[in-house]
């Protein structure tokens, strides 16, 4: 019996996490292609940052060598960039490294473009120097421009920025990072979090501007970047500029396919496109219910659910992802989940101990918990969140909820002992 055809664009962590998972379930239904722009098998995206610190190595993040994709009969076309799709005659048009045209027929197809990093609109841009961050190539020239240039900027106080600037930092750079916001990631820590992080940061060397808006970008005559000016008038000298500012889901295929994009292509609980039943979208590209995930763990819940669906077995439902963010920025531990800032109609219980680099805040509404924010110790990050995910009543747990799960189970057990429990004593 003649297989059907899987095409997948992209050969990033959610797409080959959704074959993988296809592979455990159905490894035969399917002959599969995937075409993937950068020139290296499936790696770990998240890890660039060791890589950048010098901390690992390119090899070492590799998440599916050649090697896989062989033994699984995949046929994967790296640095092959997909420029068209023929949604009519179902067919795949891509252009190889050497600009030799490829393409291939699908009856199922995949879109895993990822996304792509933001980039300032402001005058200097273009010059040699400026970078996003996001993939391999964006990680080796700042490693090149590190070992001939000392000063570095990166614009983006968010998580990637700060690891970009530690990673520079490491490679022996002056690293100023420039933040419009108030305080640095202002999307994960509350106000206290993010001035114990900035303060720790700074002793390391890292200087910042805060509440700073790039106005334009100088070079210095060759060619070169050579200085950052901000709106009020301040400036930071600068040969290398990372631009961490944000990434945007990359639709730029599905656009030109006359696919229905908002906030990212969408996609129904089963990840079909709305507009093709044919066509599915996974990871960043995707949205869902009106959301576009940039967290890697709602891109696996997607990619089983996908995995599920091309598989024939037609139960797998996305109904949306209840996220958190377990960081560890330059070393130190941090998390937060839900609504950690709380509001008119929450209560706080908070552990603060600046001189121990510890620090931890609860958010509760009634009898649940709704929020959390941990900074150094975050050990008891993950059964938080689930009492928070899970909408569990913690009134009993309240007086131990701040010292976590074994203080809080073994108070719980205290509670319900009583004097004719043989556990009790006599």
């Not at 940052?49 to 090697?67: F, H, K």
């Not at 614009?155 to 690891?163: K, M, P, R, S």
């Not at 569990?392 to 010292?403: G, K, N, S, T």
């Amino acid at each position: 019996m003649k297989k059907s055809r899987l095409v997948m664009v992209g050969n990033g962590m959610a797409g080959v996490r959704t074959l993988e998972e296809l592979l455990k379930i159905a490894p035969d239904l399917y002959e599969i292609t995937v075409f993937g722009a950068e020139p290296h098998p499936n790696y770990n995206r998240i890890m660039l940052s060791p890589v950048l610190a010098g901390e690992q190595q390119l090899d070492e993040i590799i998440l599916n060598d050649w090697s896989w994709y062989a033994q699984h009969g995949i046929t994967l076309h790296a640095g092959c960039r997909v420029h068209a799709v023929d949604r009519a005659r179902r067919v795949v048009h891509a252009v190889d490294a050497a600009g030799q045209p490829v393409s291939a027929e699908y009856d199922r197809l995949i879109l895993a473009t990822g996304s792509r990093p933001f980039m300032l609109p402001v005058p200097g841009r273009e010059l040699e120097g400026v970078l996003g961050y996001r993939d391999i190539a964006d990680t080796q020239a700042m490693i090149a421009a590190a070992a001939t240039h000392r000063h570095a900027v990166v614009i983006g106080g968010g998580l990637l920025g700060l690891e970009a600037a530690n990673g520079l930092m490491k490679r022996g750079m002056d690293v100023t990072v420039v933040h419009a916001g108030e305080r640095l990631l202002d999307r994960q820590l509350d106000e206290t979090a993010a001035a114990m992080l900035q303060a720790s940061l700074a002793e390391r060397g890292m200087r910042f501007l805060m509440q700073a808006q790039t106005r334009a970008l100088t070079g210095d005559g060759q060619g070169r970047v050579a200085c950052v000016h901000l709106q009020d008038g301040r400036e930071a000298p600068a040969s290398l500029v990372v631009m961490a500012v944000g990434i945007r889901p990359e639709t730029t295929l599905a656009e030109q396919m006359h696919l229905h994009v908002q906030r990212g292509i969408v996609v129904s609980d089963t990840l079909q496109t709305v507009t093709d039943p044919r066509i599915y979208a996974v990871g960043e590209c995707a949205a869902h219910r009106g959301v576009a995930y940039g967290l890697v763990a709602p891109l696996f819940e997607q990619g089983k659910v996908l995995a599920n669906h091309l598989a024939e077995m037609g139960i797998g439902r996305y109904p949306g992802s209840q996220t958190s963010a377990k960081l560890k920025v330059t070393g130190i531990h941090l998390f937060s989940a839900g609504d950690f800032r709380g509001d008119e109609g929450t209560e706080e219980i908070v552990l603060s101990d600046p001189g121990a680099g510890v620090y931890r805040k609860l958010v509760l509404r009634g009898d649940r918990l709704v929020g959390a924010c941990l900074y150094g110790d975050t050990e008891d990050s993950g059964w938080y969140f689930r009492l928070l995910r899970d909408g569990v009543a913690v009134q009993e747990l309240r007086d131990r909820l701040m010292f976590g799960e074994s203080q809080a189970s073994l108070a719980s057990l205290a509670s319900k002992a009583s004097p004719a429990d043989p556990a009790s004593g006599p």
